[in-house]
């Protein structure tokens, strides 16, 4: 029996992945019957059916599943050998371009983007901050980055900076004329600082406690779209705001702030860069993620104070 080749591999990868003979062929530069046809020959060559094909949908089989488990990391390692033998890593340059929201840009430009800079001063870093959830592939970016939740599961994410903890928060002289809650539903007798999302939508509350999950529609007469004009504001004494902790930090250091329902509000998996996998890896990205994860490393071994 003829052995597939690396071409009938990589074909195979990015149509199961895409689940799309036309997308596939889109991103490998190549006639969507050249991709069809190289996919039924990877099949005769093994003798499995490694895709379901409909008029309308293309999704892997079981086997063809179990292939492109086994296959992605040994793809994704084979760019690195190349890219290694290559030397790309002492000519790094060009453009790189993230897409991320502005609490994560900050993240950023605090640690991470001075020292790639110091490091690499032939990348000019594109950093666009953006709410909405995008296709970063399809608006042009080299990556993004978000919550580990939103991260898109056909992505590569690499963690970093730790779990993150979104902390309900209030002024004390608030709290001294209204009362603190004691369960997230004595928050529907308050007046909080509301969060509108890029969508459009209001945010709801989202709480847990011993398994127990809870999304709460907070009323209240404010309503904004951005996490420091929120703390500012509960700072204020306007009401109860829902921020990440990171944001709230200094105000509550300084006892202007409070937290509430501390208890409800468990740590998650935080933000994580994301790329897409089933392409060639530029260069400029590489080294990011590489300095990305020494400095995430260094702090995670800073002694805390």
Same mark, same amino acid.
């Given at each position: 029996?003829?052995?597939?080749?690396?071409?009938?591999?990589?074909?195979?990868?990015?149509?199961?992945?895409?689940?799309?003979?036309?997308?596939?062929? /889109?991103?490998?530069?190549?006639? $969507?019957?050249?991709?069809?046809?190289?996919?039924?020959?990877?099949?005769?060559?093994?003798?499995?059916?490694?895709?379901?094909?409909?008029?309308?949908?293309?999704?892997?089989?079981?086997?063809?599943?179990?292939?492109?488990?086994?296959?992605?990391?040994?793809?994704?390692?084979?760019?690195?050998?190349?890219?290694?033998?290559?030397? /790309?890593?002492?000519?790094?340059?060009?453009?790189?371009?993230?897409?991320?929201?502005?609490?994560?840009?900050?993240?950023?430009?605090?640690?991470?983007?001075?020292?790639?800079?110091?490091?690499?001063?032939?990348?000019?870093?594109?950093?666009?901050?953006?709410?909405?959830?995008?296709?970063?592939?399809?608006?042009?970016?080299?990556?993004?980055?978000?919550?580990?939740?939103?991260?898109?599961?056909?992505?590569?994410?690499?963690?970093?900076?730790?779990?993150?903890?979104?902390?309900?928060?209030?002024?004390?002289?608030?709290?001294?004329?209204?009362?603190?809650?004691?369960?997230?539903? #004595?928050? $529907?007798?308050?007046?909080?600082?509301?969060?509108?999302?890029?969508?459009?939508?209001?945010?709801?509350?989202?709480?847990?406690?011993?398994?127990?999950?809870?999304?709460?529609?907070?009323?209240?007469?404010?309503?904004?779209?951005?996490?420091?004009?929120?703390?500012?504001?509960?700072?204020?004494?306007?009401?109860?705001?829902?921020?990440? /902790?990171?944001?709230?930090?200094?105000?509550?250091?300084?006892?202007?702030?409070?937290?509430?329902?501390?208890?409800?509000?468990?740590?998650?998996?935080?933000?994580?860069?994301?790329?897409?996998?089933?392409?060639?890896?530029?260069?400029?990205?590489?080294?990011?993620? #590489?300095?990305?994860?020494?400095?995430?490393?260094?702090?995670?071994?800073?002694?805390?104070?």
């Amino acid at each position: 029996m003829p052995k597939p080749d690396l071409s009938d591999l990589t074909a195979f990868a990015a149509v199961a992945r895409h689940r799309s003979f036309r997308l596939a062929a /889109e991103n490998l530069g190549v006639s $969507r019957s050249s991709l069809s046809h190289t996919v039924i020959g990877l099949e005769c060559k093994l003798g499995l059916r490694l895709l379901h094909r409909t008029t309308r949908s293309v999704s892997p089989t079981e086997v063809g599943n179990a292939l492109l488990r086994r296959l992605t990391p040994l793809l994704l390692e084979l760019d690195e050998v190349l890219d290694a033998v290559k030397g /790309e890593a002492d000519t790094v340059g060009g453009t790189l371009r993230i897409n991320c929201g502005p609490a994560a840009a900050e993240a950023l430009l605090r640690a991470a983007v001075p020292a790639f800079i110091e490091s690499f001063p032939n990348v000019e870093i594109d950093l666009v901050t953006d709410g909405r959830l995008i296709d970063i592939v399809a608006a042009g970016f080299d990556a993004g980055i978000r919550l580990r939740e939103a991260v898109p599961q056909d992505m590569v994410a690499v963690p970093f900076g730790g779990d993150v903890r979104f902390l309900a928060v209030a002024a004390p002289t608030y709290l001294d004329r209204h009362g603190t809650p004691l369960v997230p539903d #004595d928050l $529907r007798r308050h007046a909080c600082v509301r969060h509108r999302l890029p969508s459009g939508k209001l945010y709801r509350w989202e709480f847990e406690k011993h398994g127990q999950e809870l999304a709460v529609e907070v009323p209240g007469p404010l309503t904004l779209d951005n996490n420091r004009l929120m703390v500012s504001a509960a700072a204020d004494g306007l009401g109860i705001a829902f921020v990440p /902790e990171a944001v709230a930090e200094v105000d509550l250091a300084a006892g202007r702030l409070v937290t509430v329902l501390a208890d409800w509000c468990p740590a998650y998996p935080g933000l994580c860069l994301y790329y897409p996998g089933h392409r060639h890896v530029p260069s400029a990205l590489r080294a990011f993620i #590489d300095v990305l994860k020494r400095h995430d490393g260094a702090n995670a071994a800073r002694p805390r104070t």
